[in-house]
């Protein structure tokens, strides 16, 4: 019985990123209005992640605005799962980490970029390397005694 449990357990565990992978975007924005403070984080970067696949593809088919405003939601949603984070004290390192990937992979973006198309997506790093600074700052903080 104990071995049924744990093989239902791991498989919702493995369904549970599929499920997830099959809502939109839209979808998970508003799921992330409304989920409590402590899930908050996780569906913003999951949402900035999103995103941030959907600009690098909107770039290399030359839809240059709808990239801009794909990056626009990579920062508006990082900064709203750090938020959150620093909220709840929870996920921090997470969310640190993924902004930290997140402004990894829009370097690489920016490299392929036309000169004129660069200065939004350094904007856009720049704003998600203050991101990772204020997470860093909040995990390694001294608490007053």
Not at 102 to 118: G, N, S, V, W, Y
Request: contains cysteine; positive net charge.
């Amino acid at each position: 019985m104990r071995s049924l449990a744990i093989w239902m357990f791991l498989f919702a565990l493995a369904s549970a990123p599929a499920a997830a992978k099959d809502e939109s975007v839209d979808e998970l924005k508003s799921r992330a209005q409304n989920a409590l403070p402590q899930d908050r984080p996780g569906l913003c970067v999951q949402i900035a992640q999103l995103q941030l696949h959907s600009a690098d593809k909107l770039y290399i088919d030359g839809k240059v605005e709808q990239a801009r405003t794909a990056v626009e939601d990579v920062v508006a949603y990082s900064e709203k799962a750090r938020d959150s984070a620093k909220e709840t004290k929870k996920h921090l390192k997470n969310v640190e980490i993924a902004v930290r990937k997140m402004a990894e992979k829009l370097k690489d973006i920016k490299r392929t970029l036309a000169f004129e198309d660069q200065p939004p997506v350094e904007h856009a790093i720049e704003r998600l390397e203050d991101v990772r600074t204020s997470l860093l700052k909040e995990m390694f903080k001294k608490e007053k005694k």
